[in-house]
């Protein structure tokens, strides 16, 4: 397996414009987390899913942020309007869970936004 | 909510030394942590748990994590440090959350510097 699939791995942006992240985790998890991490707050959970309906949503800034899963093997986080506060390090990670705990993610190599 | 500290920003140690990267945690009921490592331009790479049993667990690279209940700490550990070692190291512990499922949250992160 290739792991968990981000892409693309940079972006730069202007303060304004829509900016789409996609996730593709790995195959049979039914565990997706969108993390973003910056050097103020560290790892901020944003959202996650499972088996593609978003669980908790409660981590996501406001409303120019969204997140959709349409099938198992792809997800997109998206900001629209984007903003220069934005800029961070964000990151997919997935997992299966067993017994109904999650014994580990596994994480993308992040997507690395600048909004100019 | 649960929640974990690291008290430390960075650790430096001399190659070849033991070295110890601080954790603490804040719980309601059992605690399930965890360790995680992050090498420059990566994703998070899960190192270690500690789920139930013995206070002590092994994980990848040598590295060992002591769990002190009367303490609350969750401290890595590693009898010899090398150079390839040097990274941002996160804890972590779960949180069932609002919607009783589970979801990882992380410390801010200690930077690890292996000295040659």
């Known amino acids: 397996d290739a792991g968990v699939i981000q892409s693309p791995r940079h972006e730069v942006t202007e303060m304004g414009q829509e900016v789409t992240l996609r996730c593709k985790p790995i195959?049979?998890?039914?565990?997706l987390f969108w993390y973003r991490q910056t050097m103020m707050r560290g790892l901020e959970l944003l959202i996650y899913f499972n088996n593609n309906v978003p669980i908790d949503d409660s981590g996501m800034p406001e409303d120019r942020f969204s997140a959709k899963m349409p099938n198992a093997s792809f997800s997109t986080l998206k900001i629209q309007p984007s903003e220069p506060r934005d800029s961070a390090v964000y990151f997919c990670?997935?997992?299966?869970?067993?017994?109904?705990?999650?014994?580990?993610?596994?994480f993308g190599s992040g997507t690395r936004l600048t909004v100019v | 909510a649960q929640s974990v500290a690291q008290p430390e920003d960075q650790v430096n140690v001399a190659e070849g030394n033991p070295l110890t990267v601080k954790c603490t945690y804040s719980v309601s009921g059992n605690p399930y942590l965890f360790w995680y490592v992050q090498y420059p331009n990566r994703g998070l790479q899960f190192l270690l748990k500690y789920i139930t049993g013995d206070n002590l667990v092994k994980g990848s690279y040598g590295f060992e994590a002591e769990f002190n209940k009367s303490q609350t700490s969750f401290h890595l550990k590693k009898p010899s440090a090398l150079v390839s070692d040097s990274a941002l190291y996160f804890c972590?512990?779960?949180?069932?959350?609002?919607?009783?499922?589970?979801?990882?949250?992380f410390g801010t992160g200690t930077r690890l510097q292996v000295f040659p």
């Open positions: 972590a512990v779960r949180d069932m959350g609002a919607y009783n499922t589970d979801k990882l949250i």
């Open positions: 195959s049979g998890h039914d565990y």
């Open positions: 990670a997935s997992s299966l869970a067993r017994d109904g705990f999650n014994y580990g993610y596994t």
